[in-house]
């Protein structure tokens, strides 16, 4: 059956994923093609073209248009509780229960107006609609391989209605056992703080996360923004997850939290420099975000947990790092599988998994996230001969061993291999790396690509062969979806991927998922006798991750990078010796 999933139903993070006969061919974020960040408000046009060209498949070959939104009843407690939650403000309130898939409807428009311009017949089709946090759930538990009962988690902002979402898997059927429903939601709680320190929600999540180390949990007391016992929790929607009248504004933009939480915590931070007190506002809203999750997994997942120790999560807020390793710490979890793309992105992979188990394919497990476009060398010397800059390049015998050479001379480089990953995480394929072993390697790629900001920590790509000694730990860490305590031993042998909290978010390097940058790291050990590369995205700050060789170029000679390889093109500013 050949299943085509389609993200982009909230909003933002509109993807396109392939499954044929339960296999993941193909799976690619709208914003890379855009080159606009999240592609808000669009429809998966290009993904979905690129999907079909990679495996071959004409539109009509496409049996299942797979969606991750879907029509909710009047009879669900979910719209009665929006309503009643919200009943401050009547025009989003009232709607929810006389027209609560307005939005629904909106979206199949949309979908269908892009399948005609990608030459779908919609007669020849069927349109199967997938519940948004069901979505996220099969993105996590169809994809882990684990077989043995396991519980599930989603916490998103939010989809239909639904934030957060606990059940469990068992042969192949995913089960609901409790949901929570907006307002109430920890993703919007921590996103509109996310605001009042002055980032972006989307991507100020991560910010405010390597913030908080930095800062005092215990300080300042932010429980009141929610309510809860082991069983149920329910935000203070006076202070956050607010809209209409209640919103906060300033320059005329309106802000998920309210004046009230300005006049209890002071005014929203402003720019980049000021620390105090929002450092220790960033330390205080993780711990409530870990205290929160980790009592309401005890309540509805801890039973399940007991029994075979396999959790899976998916939802924006999986891609909390800290949090993950909370929740790893926990007696009874055995394995955490998250959905390496675990925000909205993953419901195209995760609706089209659901829908494909549904029609009795075997969906398998996910082994690496290399899903996008790929450039042969002959279209990446294209690149640089059409590039207005007139690169100075030339062809290596050897790109990991020249690779590793110009990394261990102290040099960041651009590294640009296979096909591109899916997910917020640079692993290895389109990624900026150095020498974690070099002093302030971390402030020499910050200083070339400018824009970083000083509150995301450098990670390191780990070789499996030297990750349990690294991490203490045996968990599998494919995707960077978790930290972990670096032994005391290392932190001096890598202090540039080391983070204020002795941690790494760490991706453990196999031979089998990428040999090419499993080599180059293999190289770098010789020269350093470390089996670790510092790793960060392919992009600048507020850009999307790079797709092509044009877009490598581009943002190359955006930057002060010095040397940018593309499969086996080495291209560099300086016309010089290399090193
Ligand atoms: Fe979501």
């Not at 919609?122 to 069901?134: A, C, G, T």
């Not at 709680?189 to 405010?208: C, I, N, P, R, S």
């Not at 205290?291 to 509805?300: F, R």
Request: with cysteine.
């Amino acid at each position: 059956m050949n299943i085509l999933g389609l993200s982009g139903a909230v909003g933002h993070d509109a993807s396109a994923a392939l499954y044929i006969d339960g296999q993941l061919v193909a799976a690619v974020e709208e914003e890379r093609f855009l080159r606009d960040k999240h592609a808000k408000e669009k429809f998966p046009l290009e993904s979905s073209r690129y999907c079909l060209e990679f495996a071959g498949l004409q539109p009509d070959d496409i049996d299942i248009v797979a969606f991750p939104y879907a029509p909710i009843s009047l009879f669900s407690p979910a719209r009665w509780h929006y309503a009643r939650r919200y009943w401050y403000a009547p025009d989003r309130s009232l709607p929810a229960i006389f027209n609560g898939n307005r939005r629904y409807h909106r979206n199949v428009k949309g979908v269908m107006e892009m399948l005609d311009k990608l030459g779908v017949s919609k007669d020849k089709i069927r349109f199967r609609p997938v519940e948004h946090h069901l979505a996220h759930a099969s993105s996590a538990y169809h994809l882990s391989g684990f077989r043995e009962k396991t519980a599930i988690l989603g916490i998103d902002g939010k989809g239909e209605y639904a934030t957060t979402f606990f059940g469990y898997g068992e042969h192949g059927r995913i089960h609901k056992i409790k949901e929570f429903y907006d307002p109430d939601s920890l993703g919007g709680m921590y996103g509109a703080l996310t605001q009042y320190l002055g980032f972006e929600m989307l991507d100020g999540e991560f910010k405010v996360m390597g913030m908080a180390p930095y800062g005092d949990p215990n300080k300042h007391d932010l429980s009141r923004l929610i309510h809860y016992d082991k069983k149920n929790f329910k935000v203070d929607a006076r202070l956050v997850n607010v809209i209409g009248m209640r919103r906060y504004k300033e320059n005329g933009r309106g802000y998920y939290f309210s004046d009230k939480l300005v006049d209890w915590l002071g005014p929203k931070r402003q720019g980049d420099e000021i620390d105090n007190p929002y450092i220790d506002y960033a330390a205080s809203i993780q711990k409530l975000l870990e205290s929160v999750s980790l009592e309401l997994i005890d309540y509805y997942l801890g039973d399940i947990l007991k029994e075979t120790g396999k959790l899976c999560f998916a939802g924006g807020v999986a891609l909390n790092v800290k949090l993950n390793q909370r929740i790893i710490a926990l007696p009874y979890v055995q394995e955490l599988f998250v959905q390496p793309a675990a925000s909205d992105a993953g419901t195209a992979i995760g609706a089209a998994s659901y829908i494909a188990n549904e029609v009795g394919d075997s969906v398998e497990t996910m082994e690496h996230v290399y899903l996008g476009p790929a450039y042969t060398t002959e279209q990446c010397v294209a690149a640089c001969e059409a590039c207005e800059h007139n690169p100075v390049w030339e062809i290596l015998d050897d790109a990991p061993v020249r690779g590793a050479e110009l990394l261990a001379g102290g040099n960041p480089v651009a590294w640009f291999q296979g096909r591109m990953e899916f997910g917020p995480r640079a692993l290895g394929n389109r990624s900026i790396l150095g020498d974690p072993s070099t002093k302030a390697i971390a402030d020499r790629i910050n200083e070339q690509i400018k824009y970083r900001e000083r509150w995301r920590p450098f990670c390191p790509s780990i070789l499996d062969t030297v990750a349990a000694e690294i991490l203490q730990t045996d968990h599998p860490s494919p995707y960077m979806t978790f930290t972990f305590d670096v032994a005391e031993s290392w932190k001096s042998r890598i202090p540039e991927v080391v983070h204020e909290d002795g941690t790494a978010r760490a991706q453990i390097v196999s031979r089998d998922t990428n040999p090419r940058y499993y080599r180059l790291i293999e190289e770098l050990e010789k020269h350093t006798g470390n089996a670790v590369v510092l790793n960060t995205s392919l992009n600048r700050r507020g850009e999307p991750m790079v797709c092509s060789p044009q877009d490598a170029l581009n943002m190359f000679y955006g930057s002060d990078l010095e040397y940018l390889i593309m499969e086996d093109v080495l291209v560099r500013k300086s016309a010089g010796q290399v090193n």
